[in-house]
């Protein structure tokens, strides 16, 4: 049922984003969107909005309903809303960012130095990426055990907007699995969104609410890793590895969409179109 639920929330999120659009920058939690159209629905005894859950797996609300429970629960313990990174980001850079092909402006964007980014890539295996015709996916480990911090980059500089229709649950999770360690040399933007999504409005129900989150990428990592309460890979000395001399680059300079894992469920999805709000 894990992977099921996991699924679930993946389809929801989504399916959620497409309604909203990607014209702008924004940002919810998929977790606590679903949860509040659950209670919705059993408050109206009414069917949840089908095209939020279009591509889904069948499901049994009563189980569903007793993990969501469980995970908004645990939401509060989780930092699902400015990623505290395991490692230090210590390049900061003045970059431009492309709004469209016309259109760019100057923003800070982080990176690690070469060094310290291939023992982890490499070494320690724990910044990954994986691409297929559509994406370049790039996966950075935060603090807390099991959670990332994963961006889909569209891949032929297609807009974002054209890329998201053909990403539906299937591929999303095929691409989370299929992140691997590599030495991967990415530069991404530091940015902060603060959204007030009329979901009622969006999905077409009677009792009106709002979903509200902030959120903030920063270069702020742990004092220590000993803090993320981890077990990192030891050196392997001499040996060498591909990726040492064959970087993949993930230049995060066009709009993207980007979201908190923990595992293979997505807490945090958003896009980021490189306007803040």
């Known amino acids: ?37 659950t209670n919705y629905s059993i408050d ?14 069948a499901f049994k609300m009563s189980e569903v309903m007793e993990q969501l429970e469980e995970l908004t629960s645990s939401l509060e313990k989780e930092n699902v809303t400015s990623p505290i990174w395991r490692y230090p980001f210590s390049v900061n850079q003045l970059k431009q960012f492309h ?15 070469k060094k310290q980014n291939w023992q ?31 961006m889909f980059m569209p891949k032929h500089h297609e807009p974002l907007r054209k890329s998201l229709k053909k990403l539906d649950t299937s591929r999303f999770k095929t691409l989370v699995q299929e992140l691997a360690p590599g030495y991967v040399h990415f530069k991404i933007p530091v940015f902060k969104i603060s959204s007030n999504i009329p979901t009622s409005r969006i999905l077409g129900l ?10 903030r990428l920063t270069s702020q990592n742990v004092r220590s890793i000993d803090d ?20 993949f680059h993930f230049d995060a300079n ?24």
């Open 1 to 37: 049922m894990e992977s099921q639920f996991s699924e679930i929330i993946t389809t929801v999120g989504l399916n959620f984003l497409k309604k909203i659009g990607v014209h702008q920058s924004v940002v919810f939690s998929s977790v606590l969107v679903f949860s509040s159209l």
């Open 44 to 57: 109206f005894n009414t069917p949840l909005p089908p095209d939020l859950i279009d591509g889904s797996p």
């Open 99 to 113: 709004l469209s092909e016309s259109n760019s402006k100057p923003m800070r964007f982080i990176s690690m130095n």
């Open 120 to 150: 982890i890539s490499c070494d320690q295996e724990e910044n990954k990426w994986t691409e297929d015709d559509i994406f370049r996916v790039l996966g950075i480990p935060m603090c807390e055990k099991s959670m990332s911090f994963v």
């Open 206 to 215: 009677r009792r009106p609410f709002h979903h509200r989150l902030k959120f």
């Open 228 to 247: 993320c309460k981890v077990t990192t890979r030891s050196p392997r000395g001499m040996i060498k590895k591909p990726c040492e001399t064959i970087p």
């Open 254 to 277: 066009r709009p993207f969409l980007f979201a908190i894992m923990n595992g293979a469920t997505p807490l945090t999805m958003g896009v980021f179109s490189g306007n803040e709000n």
